[in-house]
């Protein structure tokens, strides 16, 4: 999860590009996680969590290995029933067009 997520994609223009950098989440693995685990989850982290970043912006990726079947983390993640827990991981959330889920 992202503290902040103003531009979820670096391939749409932003009025503020030349000010702005990509995130780099995709190069170092975060703690909590071994180097075989981040290298699988690479692709993803690169397509879902790549977005521009400036001035007054802190990018942060946090990762958390659990024992559960991924249509569990997916229930806890895409419901949201109770937003007031993850208050103070996320800022922002933007669903941008073209934006699709295997799930619903």
Request: overall charge negative.
């Amino acid at each position: 999860m992202e503290t902040d997520e103003s531009s979820a994609s670096t391939s749409e223009p932003d009025s503020d590009d030349n000010h702005r950098i990509p995130t780099n989440h995709h190069l170092n693995p975060p703690s909590g996680l071994t180097l075989h685990e981040f290298s699988s989850l690479v692709p993803f982290i690169t397509e879902h969590h790549t977005y521009l970043v400036g001035a007054g912006q802190c990018p942060s990726l946090l990762a958390q290995r659990v024992q559960v079947p991924p249509e569990a983390v997916w229930s806890v993640v895409h419901s949201f029933d109770k937003s007031q827990t993850y208050k103070r991981f996320i800022k922002s959330c933007v669903v941008k067009d073209l934006f699709h889920s295997s799930k619903s």
